[in-house]
Antibody, heavy 122, light 109 residues
């Protein structure tokens, strides 16, 4: 059974940093693309970042480019999101997610964690 | 960036009736397109990918259609557990920038 579990969400002040973790179980992380998606309170879904199986390349939404860094540690079956220079508008539930792979092509996110809440407020 | 626009914003349907949701892309995404369902307090669930293929375990009352810029999700006989928010998503292009629509909230009367 594929499970993803995020952790690290917290209440922080604007300008501070936070590191989110996503622990994967039920499958071997290496060889899988992984991503992060967030959802502001009462809002919709926003794709944030994507990391390839080798750890590179990585891709980011314009809203977080230059501030957020995605990484992975396959030995620990974990994916991370380092968030720097946090803004009030970064307040959201953050999900890690694994894409659906069908014959070598990727089709949206099949598996999601339960999410971790990040609140940025002074 | 490809912008996804969903309509209507909210939809209220009686149990057993059909619900039809729409999504429009600002440029062609072919069939690199998905639908998700999200209940309050839960993570989204992938319903449809490739514009028309049901994901594993998704009931047959859900069907997707469309290609290019216009897409439709139909729920043939709405049940109470189908309430919640529905999101569309495109996943075309390189490098990947998988944008979502703003969502349609479905209420089962």
């Amino acid at each position: 059974q594929v499970l993803l579990m995020e952790s690290g969400g917290d209440l922080v002040k604007p300008g501070e940093s936070l590191r989110l973790s996503c622990s994967a179980s039920g499958f071997t992380l290496s060889g899988h693309y992984m991503g992060w998606v967030r959802q502001a309170p009462g809002g919709g879904l926003e794709w944030l970042s994507y990391i390839f199986p080798a750890g590179f390349p990585t891709y980011y939404a314009d809203s977080v480019k230059g501030r957020f860094t995605i990484s992975r540690d396959d030995a620990r079956n974990s994916v991370f999101l380092q968030m720097d220079s946090l803004k009030v508008e970064d307040t959201a539930v953050y999900y890690c997610a694994r894409p659906l792979e069908v014959r070598g092509f990727y089709h949206g996110f099949e598996y999601w964690g339960q999410g971790t809440l990040v609140t940025v407020s002074s | 960036e490809i912008v996804m626009t969903q309509s209507p914003a909210t939809l209220s349907v009686s149990p057993g009736e059909r619900a039809t949701l729409s999504c429009r892309a600002s440029q062609s995404v072919g069939t690199d397109f998905a639908w998700y369902h999200q209940k309050p307090g839960q993570a989204p669930r992938l319903l449809i990918y490739g514009a028309s293929t049901r994901a594993s375990g998704v009931p047959a009352r859900f069907s997707g259609s469309g290609s290019g810029t216009e897409f439709t999700l139909s729920i043939s006989s709405l049940q109470s557990e189908d309430s919640g928010a529905y999101y569309c998503q495109q996943y075309i292009g390189w490098p990947p920038a998988w944008t979502f629509g703003q969502g349609t909230k479905v209420e089962v009367k």
